[in-house]
């Protein structure tokens, strides 16, 4: 007895009902509180900080981009600067010649300043220079001696040259310490036109670069005057004015073009290696480009000081978060234990007085004579307790739980009140045997300790589990088919290969797509869609074994499971009923239509020992039948899964290059064979990959027009080339028309005569510009739509081309109804023009042909001139190929459509 009390007044203690593992339970059922604080802190922490780089990082480019803006802003006042004073040198270098050529070489300048042309104090130094490079009159200091020029470049150039330009010689050393001087010169003729001299005008560096302002620029800035060639004619960064042996750029790197501005580059160029945001203008007239610099360094300064401050004071708050977080934390689970022990406790009230559809029994242990707890008593239980049993209350009162049990001992539900005797809690669920006094399928017990005993309840929760049951039959099956569905697979093969390697057996996965599905989908409507999948299921159940396992596993795909395999061949065996059965065609309202099956195989344990790998390798497999023509079973191979994955990468590739636009334009000219004059040009595509450089359109465009990502490409490629033909109107030079080519994909899919007509307007380009170029297999389908899609695009005024003529299947009804302008000629055809007498014959005839339609003809891939000459002949009208000109980047078609413009005959040959 004295035992028994001591182990109740334990089981009562506050300790004994909330031990270490109440404790623990509470933490598992608490962890959202546990957390609550962390997670919170680190969700500020975390958007603090990214809130802090972000601020950081806009900081820091806003003052990049404002000093891009102030280069770019001083290197066009400079350039302004520069070219105001070079026109005045070039003034004096004018009125010099004239004095000199006027008074027949008497003209003296040692007196300039006496007729106000050279005044005392101006930084000017004169010279003529007469042809053997001897100066013969200066503005030098009496005394100083006069010059020979001979070798210098001020005079070589002019020597050599017969135009009458203004030439800027490199700095070179002055009479004083330290002094720099600029020559500027201008040819003397002779009255017959032959060289005579020179006159030059030498200026001090300096003069030209007074502009500068530390102010702006800083103590690091750069004003620099580089010529044609790259080297610079006047270098100064900050108050010093660089040797004449400091290069602008290194050696072989090219001076900037055009207006615009750089950021710093990984590896500086300039002479000092500092970094600098530029900015730069050519200097009108002249062929000088004026570069200002703002040293990286001056201008992140004061951002990287505000980036140290900022972080110290992060790191400070973050730590504050932190702890806060410690605290909060720690007095957050201080009072939910507090307030989990007052529920716990009232739950226990609860479950003993209040009434219910549950059973509801107090038990005590019983104890054997070693002490250990052998049984429990039934004390107490409620009505609905005494009628789950079939016994009336007073029946139960007193029996122990072993004694309700005749057939059997209840080990699992003893285990269970033992549990909870020494944990606090427990509960399970059970399942009923039919030998059970218990008058229902399956019930649920809890008990909870409280006071030395058990509070017990029982439901009987069968009619949940039935319900729970029908719910998981429905969720593994197909409702359209009656199949098992994806989710059952998922459940049932992870099993069998389970099941197979304990036996170490084999298995197959085959997975199977119907060939036809879509297509009678979406003529005959998804009740018929529906119809193909239930009659394909029938099928397939009659052509596997019969324990093998078929499902859908979503749409038109069916996976079979193949258990007990002697050997791979009884899968293709399988395979091979499974094509058999779907030979006969499928039979509906509107007709009978042919559905077939593309079957993957993959075996367990040689093609993968999970599910997952099983059924990708299946598909896989599955694919590797659909691209060889469909109808037929292959297992899996690795050759055409890497095959398959590196087609992957290539469309991820492409797909991100449409995205960043990876792509350039380079165009091919077309020439009249009659007045040889430049009359188009083809927009030929270049990919510039960021790893293999550039790629030609032979190693993507058919991937694009595969995987419909042409539609993305031909949409980027019409803007790209109007946009061109916009830069180029707008920069002056007189254009002819460029020819687009659309793939027959592009065609057929998309709107392409509204993408025509917007990127037109876009960058207001017009159509008598624009030509269009499409293949014949283009107009391989619905004639009236072609002809419609046709004839929006000539109402704009946009000229249609047939590009590769002789390679597709156009017919002449086809070529006269669509009616295009021009008939391009495929290279085939131009190679053998002056190979035999055949090939001349043929080409003639597509002439003859082209000319009766009213069509133009040109020939593509001309390589020689013997060709060119033949086609002379043959009255071909138009040509286009090496023999006429190569493919030219954007920035060379401007000066191939200036020299058109002045006359030229011919653009670069091959």
Not at 648 to 675: C, K, N, T, W
Not at 744 to 751: G, I, K, M
Request: net charge negative; proline share 5%; hydrophobic share 45%.
């Amino acid at each position: 007895m004295s035992h028994g009390r001591a182990q109740e007044e334990r089981e009562s203690s506050p300790h004994g009902l909330f031990g270490v593992g109440e404790r623990a339970r509470f933490a598992a059922s608490h962890l959202r509180l546990l957390l609550f604080w962390p997670l919170v802190t680190l969700l500020v922490v975390l958007l603090g900080w990214r809130v802090l780089f972000l601020k950081l990082n806009e900081d820091r480019a806003d003052a990049e981009r404002y000093a891009l803006a102030e280069a770019a802003t001083v290197a066009r006042a400079f350039a302004d600067d520069v070219t105001r004073s070079v026109n005045a040198i070039d003034q004096k270098l004018l009125l010099v010649r004239l004095q000199w050529m006027t008074t027949g070489g008497r003209f003296r300048l040692e007196n300039a300043h006496q007729i106000g042309l050279f005044p005392l104090g101006e930084p000017f130094d004169a010279s003529v220079v007469d042809r053997t490079g001897r100066a013969v009159t200066s503005t030098s200091a009496p005394g100083s001696g006069l010059q020979d020029f001979s070798d210098r470049p001020a005079f070589l150039r002019q020597q050599d040259s017969a135009a009458d330009t203004v030439y800027v010689s490199t700095p070179m050393p002055g009479r004083s310490p330290g002094q720099l001087i600029l020559r500027f010169s201008r040819p003397l003729r002779a009255q017959d036109g032959s060289f005579d001299g020179i006159v030059v005008l030498g200026v001090q560096q300096s003069y030209l670069t007074a502009s500068y302002d530390p102010a702006i620029l800083g103590r690091r800035g750069l004003l620099a005057l580089v010529g044609a060639d790259g080297e610079g004619r006047v270098i100064r960064i900050g108050n010093a004015l660089l040797a004449p042996d400091a290069r602008m750029f290194p050696a072989g790197a090219s001076p900037p073009s055009g207006t615009g501005t750089a950021r710093p580059a990984p590896r500086p160029m300039l002479p000092d290696g500092v970094p600098r945001y530029l900015g730069w203008k050519p200097v009108a007239g002249y062929p000088l480009v004026a570069m200002a610099g703002i040293s990286r360094a001056e201008v992140l300064a004061p951002i990287d000081q505000r980036r140290r401050v900022s972080l110290r004071v992060a790191y400070g708050v973050t730590s504050a978060l932190v702890l806060f977080a410690l605290l909060a934390t720690t007095q957050t689970v201080r009072l939910g234990w507090r307030k989990y022990q007052m529920d716990q406790m009232q739950a226990t009230y609860r479950m003993a007085t209040e009434a219910g559809n549950e059973g509801f029994y107090i038990a005590r242990p019983v104890q054997g004579p070693d002490g250990t707890v052998t049984d429990f008593r039934i004390s107490d239980c409620n009505q609905r307790g005494a009628e789950l049993f079939q016994r009336r209350r007073e029946e139960m009162i007193g029996k122990t739980v072993s004694s309700l049990y005749t057939a059997f001992v209840p080990e699992r539900a003893l285990a269970l009140l033992r549990t909870a005797l020494e944990l606090g809690s427990a509960s399970e669920e059970f399942d009923i045997r039919d030998d059970s006094p218990l008058e229902a399928r399956w019930v649920l017990v809890k008990a909870v300790r409280s006071d030395g005993a058990l509070a017990v309840t029982l439901r009987d929760v069968s009619d949940a589990k039935a319900h729970m049951a029908e719910l998981e039959r429905r969720g593994n099956e197909d409702a359209l088919t009656g199949l098992p569905n994806r989710l059952a697979v998922q459940t049932m093969l992870p099993e069998a290969i389970q099941a197979a390697a304990a036996g170490q057996q084999q298995l197959a996965v085959l997975f199977i797509d119907l060939d036809g599905f879509k297509a009678v989908n979406d003529a005959l409507g998804h009740a018929a869609g529906d119809e193909v999948l239930q009659v394909a299921a029938r099928r397939l159940r009659e052509a596997v074994r019969p324990h093998d396992t078929v499902a859908r596993f979503g749409g038109d795909e069916f996976v079979v499971l193949l258990e007990d395999l002697a050997q791979p061949a009884d899968a293709a065996h399988v395979a091979e009923r499974i094509l058999r059965a779907f030979e006969d065609e499928f039979h509906f309202d509107q007709g009978a239509r042919p559905i077939g099956t593309s079957i993957g195989i993959s075996i367990f344990p040689t093609d993968g020992s999970d599910a997952s790998t099983l059924l990708e390798h299946a598909d896989i497999a599955m694919y590797a039948v659909k691209t060889a023509g469909k109808r037929n079973y292959r297992f899996y191979d690795r050759g055409f899964e890497e095959a398959l994955r590196a087609r992957i990468q290539r469309e991820a590739e492409l797909h991100r290059a449409i995205a960043r636009d990876e792509f350039e334009m380079v165009y091919q000219l077309r020439r009249d064979l009659g007045s040889g004059q430049l009359c188009s040009m083809e927009a030929l595509v270049r990919w510039r990959h960021p790893e293999r450089g550039q790629l030609e359109p032979a190693e993507f465009i058919d991937l694009a027009e595969d995987n419909g990502m042409i539609l993305d490409l031909g949409a980027l490629v019409l803007d790209k080339v109007c946009g061109q033909m916009a830069a180029w109107r707008a920069a002056g030079v007189e254009l002819v028309p460029v020819s687009i080519n659309v793939s027959p994909r592009q065609f057929n899919e998309s709107a392409v005569a509204d993408q025509i007509a917007r990127a037109m307007e876009r960058h207001g380009v017009p159509a008598s510009l624009v030509e269009i170029e499409l293949t014949e297999s283009t107009m391989m389908g619905d004639t009236r739509e072609i002809a419609g899609s046709l004839t929006a695009i000539r109402r704009m005024g946009v000229r249609l081309l047939v590009d590769d003529f002789g390679t597709g299947y156009s017919s002449l009804a086809q070529l006269q109804r669509l009616d295009f302008d021009v008939l391009k000629i495929d290279r085939a055809f131009t190679r053998e023009v002056d190979r035999n007498e055949p090939g001349r014959i043929f080409f003639r005839a597509i002439v003859t042909m082209a000319h009766a339609l009213e069509m133009l003809v040109v020939a593509e891939g001309v390589e020689t001139d013997s060709q060119l000459a033949v086609l002379r002949e043959l009255g071909c009208d138009q040509a286009q190929g090496y023999a006429i000109a190569r493919p030219v980047a954007a920035d060379q078609v401007q000066s191939v459509l200036a020299q058109q413009a002045t006359g030229a005959a011919a653009g670069p040959r091959a």
